[in-house]
């Protein structure tokens, strides 16, 4: 059975930095491309990061990019989201999501429970 | 880059309808097209990818079509448990992944 389990969120003040995780189990994790997506307080959907299964191609969106860093460890099953310089537009519920495929253009078809990062003084 | 606009973003129907719901893409793309179902305090459920291929355990009565530019997620029959919110998700090489506003489906 796959599953993805999301954890680092929590409260943290504007400036600083977090790191989350997901721990993946249930399939072959350096088969799969992996990507973060995010989702505001009553916000829709945001891509946010995706990293190839071999981490040879990393993609941000723009409200990422330069702040936040995507990384795998294939011997760990993990893949991780360093996020610096936080803001409070950052403020939203993380999901990690696997892809059918090795490459990041392959669909998704599973998706962690998430995990609440809240930024604020 | 890509933009999905989804329509409408609010829809009200009762138990029994044919509800629709449309993605139009800025450009003319050969992208995949994912449909899903979220509900609150959930991740989304995927039920359709391809634009028309049923994810597996996903009910008959959801169903997906288009091409190009517009994609249209169709649910026959309107059930109680499908009350929820719905986004359309553009995947591909270039942009990556794009997702559209929501949909949400309301008791009328």
């Known amino acids: 059975e796959v599953q993805l389990v999301e954890s680092g969120g929590g409260l943290v003040q504007p400036g600083r930095s977090l790191r989350l995780s997901c721990t993946a189990s249930g399939f072959t994790f350096d088969d799969y491309a992996m990507h973060w997506v995010r989702q505001g307080p009553g916000k829709g959907l945001e891509w946010v990061s995706g990293i190839s299964w071999n981490s040879g191609r990393k993609a941000y969106a723009d409200s990422a990019r330069g702040r936040f860093t995507i990384s795998r460890d294939n011997a760990k099953n993990s893949l991780y989201l360093q996020m610096d310089s936080l803001r409070g537009g950052d403020t939203a519920f993380y999901y990690c999501?696997?892809?059918?495929?090795?490459?990041?253009?392959?669909?998704?078809?599973?998706w962690g429970p998430g995990t609440l990062v809240t930024v604020s003084s | 880059d890509i933009q999905m606009t989804q329509s409408p973003s609010t829809l009200s129907a009762s138990v029994g309808d044919r509800v629709t719901i449309t993605c139009r893409a800025s450009q003319n793309t050969d992208s995949g097209l994912a449909w899903y179902q979220q509900k609150p305090g959930k991740a989304p459920k995927l039920l359709i990818y391809k634009a028309s291929t049923l994810e597996s355990g996903v009910p008959p009565r959801f169903s997906g079509s288009g091409s190009g530019t517009e994609f249209t997620l169709t649910i026959n029959s309107l059930q109680p448990d499908d009350f929820a919110t719905y986004y359309c998700?553009?995947?591909?090489?270039?942009?990556?992944?794009?997702f559209g506003q929501g949909t949400k489906v309301e008791i009328k």
């Open positions: 998700q553009l995947y591909n090489n270039y942009s990556l992944w794009t």
């Open positions: 999501v696997k892809s059918g495929g090795p490459g990041m253009a392959a669909r998704p078809d599973f």
